[in-house]
């Protein structure tokens, strides 16, 4: 299956620790989104990657979030000091972003984060 | 800022009938496109059907329409024949070019969930 993998599928961690999460997109897919959906809501966008470069954050990625596509493939997302209303799934997608938006996002699986 | 509103939190339907759901969304962009995604329990997100806004015709996907009135800015999902695997959180969703922003960006509704029964 070469769909968009993410790791870890769950997490659970203290506050104030700090956690990385990973996404691999589809290959060759050259656009890569991070999104946060709490339960009862739908996903909320966060930040987008076109190849390496990341083009855009929502108001929504506080300082203690970053994300990185170093290569222009995988992406991770860390939080620092991590707090309870940090708590949702993290859900990762990506594009071909060959035709302009005209394509559909594909999603992962996403990472469910729990903080105590 | 570009919206999408779903108003039923919960709908259910018997199995092999057909359920409609509602969406309602604004922009004030004149290209951008609608989608409806699909979430079931503990899995993950799926492409259920989209729409172009500049298509005037309905967008189908065997058993999964949609109604595109772009004038009312309203984007409903018709399932018919509904299964038992239909059961999921369905999603709306507005893919268009948002004010002060860089790129396309979906925006979501908060969900109808959906349950059939047998």
């Known amino acids: 299956d070469t769909g968009v993998s993410q790791d870890p599928r769950h997490k659970i961690t203290k506050r104030g620790q700090n956690v990385t999460f990973r996404c691999d997109p589809i290959s060759e897919h050259n656009r890569l989104y991070w999104y946060r959906q709490t339960l009862g809501q739908g996903p909320e966008f966060l930040t987008y990657?076109?190849?390496?470069?990341?083009?855009?954050k929502s108001r929504l990625l506080s300082d203690r979030f970053s994300a990185e596509r170093p290569k222009g493939s995988f992406s991770t997302l860390e939080i620092q000091r991590t707090e309870q209303g940090d708590s949702a799934m993290y859900l990762c997608?990506?594009?071909?972003?060959?035709?302009?938006?005209?394509?559909?996002?594909?999603f992962g699986p996403g990472t469910r984060l729990t903080v105590l | 800022a570009q919206t999408v509103t779903q108003s039923q939190p919960e709908m259910s339907v018997q199995e092999a009938e057909t359920v409609t759901l509602s969406c309602t969304y604004d922009t004030s962009e004149n290209n951008y496109y609608l989608f409806w995604y699909k979430q079931p329990p503990s899995r993950q997100m799926i492409l259920v059907i989209r729409?172009?806004?500049?298509?005037?015709q309905n967008a189908t996907e065997n058993r999964f329409s949609v109604n595109f009135q772009k004038a009312a800015k309203s984007f409903s999902l018709k399932i018919s024949d509904s299964q038992l695997g239909d059961t999921a959180m369905y999603f709306c969703a507005l893919d268009g070019f948002e004010g002060g922003g860089s790129n396309y960006k979906l925006t979501f509704g908060k969900g109808t969930l959906l349950t059939v029964n047998p």
């Open positions: 997608a990506s594009r071909p972003g060959l035709a302009g938006h005209t394509d559909t996002q594909y």
């Open positions: 729409q172009e806004a500049y298509k005037q």
């Open positions: 990657f076109q190849n390496e470069a990341q083009l855009e």
